[in-house]
């Protein structure tokens, strides 16, 4: 959710392509310097510029570690509360933080909704989160959902992270109201019908016309908000569903419909698939990394088992270009399915993950572009693929044309 991240161009994409999940396909990228490795921020997981996804790839690497129980160094938490400014909301990234925050600071909510999650999971921040969910609450429009910027129009995306966020701080969503709606009835506004092209997925928002659009990342993120499920969750209950029935379907039932439009969507390859305007259409790893936790959260991990497969045999070279945040989806995915994220497809993700944090050793690394193979075939630290990141950004901003929420999303929701 992924997802993703970004910048104010890139945020709009992303927002679109995946929360958590933005790099979409391993391709050529370029590799960090050394002295972009030395200048990182202590603390921060991956060495890519942190100024468009710092918190978000912070929160993700944490909430992943805590997973597998993993206690990540003080130093990493520190650097994510170190973030917050003191109304309670996070920003993608803040390079001075003894600097207070401003009217110029570029708040969002699905920085503070990650933040919220992964401090909710490690303990003992209750604080911090109190703030943020405060902040949070102040930003829910009158349609019961969060845009990705205050007072933006509400997507499917950010809603669902907030709904996360809620649920980790112990809050109930449904009694998270403003104008008499709460996160669920926004949530279910983006979830299209049964009849009609897009059986049963969620859109991303409405589009000028007010019509929907069926979105795959908006459906996987849809998906877990409708069920009250954060970033990290456990397979659910066994279950299968066809998209039937009219009139407005209960949460539940919108999660079974959007939980069978992804299953659907990954029937003959095992991943959805990205189309950057201009290119021919790629595997969607992030997306299908977010996909994976939906269908498992939703059906079971049986249902999800197809497309963690494909992960398994093809989402490594991925990883290692993109960096922290798309390792610790990875880890996220094999949670959701009871997957030993150690042995992943033959390699263990938490050692990867952790290999990009603070602490670990730092490679050896020059500015060249190599392409996958190579990738594969030497070692890094795990942080690179931001060159995939722009060119996602620029190329759907310009295909798609929808602007800065500041974005949506997204996620998700990563260099």
Avoid at 6 to 31: F, K, N, Q, T, Y
Avoid at 190 to 213: I, N, V
Avoid at 282 to 295: E, F, I, M, S
Wanted: glycine share 12%.
């Amino acid at each position: 959710m992924n997802v993703r991240r970004r910048s104010a161009a890139a945020l709009a994409a992303i927002a679109v392509l995946g929360a958590a999940a933005p790099a979409v396909a391993a391709g050529p990228s370029p590799s960090p310097s050394a002295s972009a490795s030395a200048s990182a921020p202590v603390g921060l997981y991956g060495t890519a510029d942190p100024t468009y996804d710092g918190v978000w790839r912070q929160s993700l690497a944490l909430l992943a570690q805590d997973t597998v129980g993993v206690e990540p160094p003080a130093r990493a938490v520190d650097w994510l509360t170190g973030q917050q400014c003191a109304d309670g909301a996070f920003a993608p990234f803040r390079a001075d933080p003894a600097k207070p925050c401003d009217a110029k600071t570029m708040v969002d909510t699905n920085s503070t909704a990650a933040a919220v999650q992964a401090l909710a999971a490690l303990g003992g921040h209750d604080a911090a989160t109190g703030k943020a969910v405060a902040w949070l609450k102040s930003a829910q429009n009158k349609d019961g959902g969060w845009g990705y910027s205050p007072g933006g129009p509400s997507d499917a995306n950010s809603t669902s992270v907030v709904i996360g966020a809620l649920v980790a701080a112990g809050q109930k969503p449904e009694r998270v109201a403003r104008g008499g709606k709460t996160p669920y009835d926004a949530l279910l506004a983006f979830a299209l019908p049964c009849d009609g092209e897009g059986e049963g997925a969620f859109a991303f928002q409405p589009d000028e016309k007010g019509e929907l659009s069926a979105n795959a990342d908006a459906t996987a993120a849809g998906v877990l908000g409708a069920l009250g499920k954060g970033l990290a969750t456990g397979p659910g209950e066994a279950a299968d569903a066809d998209c039937a029935g009219s009139g407005e379907p209960t949460r539940q039932q919108a999660a079974a419909h959007g939980a069978a439009y992804l299953a659907r969507a990954v029937a003959k390859t095992g991943h959805l698939t990205s189309a950057l305007p201009g290119a021919a259409d790629q595997p969607d790893y992030g997306n299908t990394a977010d996909a994976v936790v939906a269908l498992a959260a939703q059906g079971g991990a049986e249902r999800a088992a197809k497309p963690l497969r494909w992960l398994e045999k093809n989402a490594v070279t991925w990883a290692k270009q993109s960096g922290p945040a798309a390792w610790a989806q990875l880890v996220l995915a094999a949670h959701a399915t009871g997957t030993d994220p150690r042995a992943f497809g033959g390699t263990d993700l938490v050692a990867q993950l952790q290999a990009t944090g603070p602490g670990a050793p730092t490679a050896s690394v020059t500015v060249t572009a190599t392409t996958a193979s190579e990738d594969e075939e030497k070692k890094e630290d795990g942080s690179g693929g931001v060159g995939v990141w722009w060119f996602v950004g620029a190329c759907l901003v310009a295909g798609i044309g929808i602007g800065f929420l500041i974005s949506g999303r997204n996620r998700k929701r990563q260099p």
